[in-house]
């Protein structure tokens, strides 16, 4: 699902790449693996909706990496707008 942004160039990948996206407006949609350290996702989510971007949970690291096409967990990842 979300391999297909990323093949697109239209996916951002990881806790920082995410939090920079989020913080120049560039994203219309955030994934959080609910199985992320609380702290290192909390910043995500507080900006995320202080921007009012979409913020879906997925059920484990290991999905949303896998989700996103790379062979290790994610805590984050973030499709950005296409208008860019």
Do not use: P, W
Not at 19 to 28: D, G, P, Q, S, V
Not at 38 to 67: C, F, P
Request: hydrophobic share 40%; charged share 30%; glycine share 8%.
């Amino acid at each position: 699902m979300l391999s297909e942004y990323r093949k697109k160039g239209l996916l951002v990948v990881g806790t920082k790449q995410t939090i920079k996206a989020i913080n120049e407006n560039r994203l219309e949609e955030v994934f959080v693996a609910q199985d992320a350290e609380k702290y290192v996702i909390q910043g995500i989510e507080e900006a995320a909706e202080n921007r009012k971007i979409s913020i879906t949970h997925v059920q484990s690291m290991k999905k949303l990496g896998k989700d996103c096409g790379i062979k290790v967990g994610a805590a984050t990842a973030g499709i950005l707008k296409s208008d860019r």
